[in-house]
């Protein structure tokens, strides 16, 4: 199934491969795209709603198996090279990158020792690897989740065993939490994992319920814009928010002790709660995921509905939470939001991801898209003196196997 779409990411790997480890017949050849969220940020790790969707381009991977135990890392554009055996897989901060497929690695081999996927350890016998992707890095596109999946489809394939994707997904995340150190929530593992050509995904995060929901935009492009802003300190201030969001449950629990996450109150339960919250920074920090969470359902019904006036007025209310309230955008996101939301023909816009810097996601006529990259173009590099980026999405499948 290997459409033009995906031409140059194989071509990449196959090229890199030959040349890292030579020719070879049994190569096979995974993909998992990039994501990008519509609304409900920093919503999932508060047990809330997120409405995601997978992007046509993302990481590939070449791979073939060894029989001596030993699993080797190349990518075409990490220098950093890295050979392990399965015996001995701890994290390394020269390893770089490749720290993000050597924690998969850990997390399939638990399961593997588990006994819950089936074949033990035993039938991970060691791989070379050979990576390329087009998900610009640290532009909050997930680019890492997108190594993620791709390493733990291609490694699981390999070993013969048919894991479930959302073990995969789940999985991905463990290796992200526990081995690589950043303790992010799980919309971006699902949304690469889970994606779907031409669909957004609800996902409720304390269960992991979800639904697809068509992507009904007919007459308007989804616009991607990247700041060029790379995501300083994203990692310090994330972990910031997760912990002032734990402090405001603590306090809302002394009245409501069953509360199990933020995503379980709403807007009317908060608003009789609130005064049990006295620092007002923390008070705000949960404002923001509570009419979050509601933005997002409210959003969903729009597009279902065929109202994306109301879809973009709710984008654009979610950035203005996300600057006034969470305090996550910075000056960059801000700078384009202000130019974006006036252009004549945008519908929506709003900071998409974890922010502080990273990419704004933008809903616009079709025949505004010209306009809107023009006008948006020169507004934000006057105010910023940086030029940012542009791509138009299409909306495509989760992680996969691409049989040539
Ligand atoms: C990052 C994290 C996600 C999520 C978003 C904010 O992308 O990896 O889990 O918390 O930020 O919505």
Redesign the pocket.
Known sequence: MTTQLHEEGIGQVQGGFERAFGKNKEVRYFFAPGRV?LI??????NGGY?FPAALSFGTYVAVVPRQDGKYRFRSLQFEAEVDVDVTDIVYRKEDDWANYPKGVLVQLLELAGAGEAGAGVGAYQGADLVYWGNVPNGA?L?S??SIELATALALSSLAGLVIPTMELVKLS?RA?NRFVG?N??????FAVGMGKQGHAMMLKCDTLDYAYVPLAIEGCKLIITNTNKRRGLADSK?NERRQQCEDGLEAIRRELPQLASLGELSVDAWEQVRGLIADPIIANRVEHIVREDDRVLRAQASLAAGDLTTFGELMKQSHESLRDLYE?TGFELDSLFAVAKDVDGCIGTRMT???FGGCNVSLVREEAVERFMTQVADGYTRATGLAPSFYICDIGDGAHEIVL
């Open positions: 969220n409900g940020e920093h919503t999932d790790y997120v909050g997930s890492s989740a995340q992200e950043v992010c929530g799980i919309m971006d593992q994330y996550v991801g974890a922010g």
